[in-house]
T-cell receptor
Framework: AQSVTQLGSHVSVSEGALVLLRCNYSSSVPPYLFWYVQYPNQGLQLLLKYTTGATLVKGINGFEAEFKKSETSFHLTKPSAHMSDAAEYFCAVSDQGGANNLFFGTGTRLTVIP | DAGVIQSPRHEVTEMGQEVTLRCKPISGHNSLFWYRQTMMRGLELLIYFNNNVPIDDSGMPEDRFSAKMPNASFSTLKIQPSEPRDSAVYFC???????????FGQGTRLTVV
């Protein structure tokens, strides 16, 4: 069975500072891993995903995440936060069974301070 | 493509009333998902259709909830009778077997008073 743990339901950073959102997963098989972003009053939008191959994955809006099997982690980073990055971020895992097997974390709300 | 389209965007109804939420998936997608998002429980998968057939409805909270997909381009989620604890944002998402991720609509914010 899969599960996802997002450490920190709220993260605040200053504009221009490093963004680090943490995600740890549990999966009995090699996982597919995802980060989704949800802007206020919007649906979830895929930010990036890891399926196979290179463990450092680049996504939209300057975000990237690294799959670390030994740490069962898939942390999301961005070198320099922008005001427009303020949103809720969800980590998700699937057992390669497709979108019907997506398990979402509880989300991390990112606040960017001017 | 316009993406997954949900209607209405907002719905306010009185307890006991029937509520119907609608979803139009992305053309060509044969998988459709209904999710519910609340502060307390986060994002929960309610039901999953493949080729218009319900595959897994184990997430549907109780018999008051029902979902249908009469054709490949339309699905409904019905709550009858509605209760205040059903207040949440309901998302529809679609995908294909080749996709590893789901594509989400903008959601319907339901408030039951």
């Amino acid at each position: 069975a899969q599960s996802v743990t997002q450490l920190g339901s709220h993260v605040s950073v200053s504009e221009g500072a490093l963004v680090l959102l943490r995600c740890n997963y549990s999966s009995s098989v090699p996982p597919y891993l995802f980060w989704y972003v949800q802007y206020p009053n919007q649906g979830l939008q895929l930010l990036l995903k890891y399926t196979t191959g290179a463990t450092l994955v680049k996504g939209i809006n300057g975000f990237e995440a690294e799959f670390k099997k030994s740490e069962t982690s898939f942390h999301l980073t961005k070198p320099s936060a922008h005001m427009s990055d303020a949103a809720e971020y969800f980590c998700a895992v699937s057992d390669q069974g497709g979108a019907n097997n997506l398990f979402f974390g509880t989300g991390t709300r990112l606040t960017v301070i001017p | 493509d316009a993406g997954v389209i949900q209607s209405p965007r907002h719905e306010v109804t009185e307890m006991g009333q029937e509520v119907t939420l609608r979803c139009k998936p992305i053309s060509g997608h044969n998988s459709l998902f209904w999710y519910r998002q609340t502060m307390m429980r986060g994002l929960e998968l309610l039901i999953y259709f493949n080729n218009n057939v319900p595959i897994d409805d184990s997430g549907m909270p109780e018999d008051r909830f029902s979902a249908k997909m009469p054709n490949a381009s339309f699905s409904t989620l019905k709550i009858q009778p509605s209760e205040p604890r059903d207040s949440a944002v309901y998302f529809c998402a679609s995908g294909t077997p080749r996709d590893t991720e789901a594509f989400f609509g903008q959601g319907t914010r339901l408030t039951v008073v």
